[in-house]
């Protein structure tokens, strides 16, 4: 896929503010997800990147600001809207259901069928097939058998698992909300390759994550949120992990600051 600079931004938020009832999640943020690049949101706990996302996937209308797709101004009426554009999120801490198989997981509610009328019922072997295919091309090579239960993967290959999903019904933009939270080194490091290889497609990522290694690590372009506020945006380059740390960590001694004058 060839992307030049005059492709219009996939999405874009233009001054959005959230306010909900006695706090302001996020004030006046302004982003660009571009086409076939990794936008990675860095931030604190509570800096509003959820809510960010929550933005961008239709699950919550911004109170100020405006949202642009393909470069058209859009409002999403909901979730559904964001996916029907090709905008599909995987939010915190949610995923995969660890008692279903991995096919099963794979297909959520849009199974596979055969047979007609009464006859139609879940197409177990195509759903294997599929599933299998989309998750080892994700670089998962362990799991071998569809029917093994998701509860038995790794942490790192459940997110894959969600992210090969996502692709499969044909995702142009992919927003992980802190995908790599709760794994270790090599765990996190399948989920990076997983996003890797959606950017080598041609899919937009938008990774949130606490670690600035991470980050720098897989990412086209960077923004820095704390307290609600858009504190930093850089591309690829710009700065060096040390810098991204002191940044997060600026915003966080502002809190502090605000804390001891309020
Ligand atoms: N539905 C809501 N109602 C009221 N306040 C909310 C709501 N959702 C989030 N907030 C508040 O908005 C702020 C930003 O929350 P958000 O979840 O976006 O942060 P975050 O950057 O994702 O944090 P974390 O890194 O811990 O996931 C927090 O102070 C939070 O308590
Ligand atoms: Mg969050």
């Not at 030049?4 to 233009?14: A, G, N, R, S």
């Not at 794979?106 to 177990?124: M, V, W």
């Amino acid at each position: 896929m060839t992307i030049t600079v005059t492709d219009p931004p996939l999405i874009e938020l233009q001054g959005v503010t959230k306010q909900f009832t006695g706090v302001r999640a996020c004030s006046d943020v302004s982003l660009t997800v571009r086409p076939g690049q990794v936008l990675c949101l860095l931030g604190h706990n509570g800096a509003g990147k959820s809510t960010l996302i929550k933005i961008l996937s239709g699950v919550y209308a911004p109170t100020e600001g405006t949202m642009l797709i393909d470069g058209e101004h859009v409002t999403l009426g909901g979730p559904r809207d964001a996916l029907d554009r090709g905008i599909a999120t995987v939010h915190q801490g949610a995923g995969t259901v660890p008692l279903m198989s991995v096919a099963r997981n794979f297909f959520l509610g849009a199974e596979p069928t055969k047979g007609r009328g009464l006859f139609r019922r879940f197409d177990a072997a195509t759903a294997a097939r599929i599933a299998l295919r989309e998750i080892q091309q994700l670089g998962i090579r362990r799991i071998r058998d569809a029917d093994q239960l998701v509860g038995t993967m790794s942490g790192g290959e459940r997110q894959a698992l969600v992210i090969a999903r996502a692709l499969h019904f044909g995702a142009r933009v992919l927003i992980l909300d802190e995908p790599t939270s709760a794994l270790g080194v090599r765990e996190a490091e399948t989920v990076l390759r997983a996003v890797e290889t959606a950017r080598d497609r041609g899919i937009s990522v938008v990774l949130i994550t606490h670690q600035a290694h991470q980050a720098l690590r897989v990412g086209d372009h960077f923004a820095v949120i704390a307290h609600g506020r858009l504190i930093a945006s850089f591309a690829r380059g710009e700065k060096e992990a040390a810098e991204v740390i002191d940044l997060m960590a600026g915003g966080a001694a502002m809190k502090e600051l605000e804390r001891e004058q309020a």
